[in-house]
């Protein structure tokens, strides 16, 4: 009762060297937690138990940029998080993937004013948008799953 009862008697499993490293990136991905507004409530709420992130092999939010290789911001960036933000993401190891929660991290929200930053991608480099004002955690879960199908099919020589 093993392999071979359901692949047959081949004894050779084939595959690249991009799918191998693609597959273990999207199943170890650390998020560090960058909560800065109530977009943050939602994003703690995907991580407990009726939600369950850690079923996407999203064991652990990192407080550390140095462990972690997804940040997830939620919540609106004012002016003078900007150089904050930019150097913890200047801080984590590559690969290194941002996923934008909410509307006023997208695109600065109802928030018309000089102090908030009008989109996040104005400071670092954005993978994947989440849209909401607060989104759900289904939101954010998609929105995970839509980094982990862009992850799959990046090429290797992407980092070197």
Known sequence: MGVESKL???????TTLEQVVNWSRTRAMWPMLFGLACCAIE???????DY?????GMELMR?????????IV?????????????RLYDQMPDPKWVLAMGDCCSCGGVFNNYAIV????????????????????EGLIHGVLTLYEKVTGEKIDHWS
């Open 8 to 14: 047959g008697n081949f004894g050779v499993v084939t």
């Open 43 to 49: 994003m703690m709420a995907a991580q407990a138990s």
């Open 52 to 56: 369950d992130m850690s079923r996407f």
């Open 63 to 71: 407080a550390s940029p140095r462990q972690s290789d997804l940040m």
């Open 74 to 86: 939620a919540g609106r960036v004012s002016r003078k998080m900007a150089p904050v933000l930019r």
């Open 118 to 137: 009008p989109g996040v991608d104005e400071i670092v480099p954005v993978d994947v948008y989440v849209a909401g004002c607060p989104p759900r955690p």
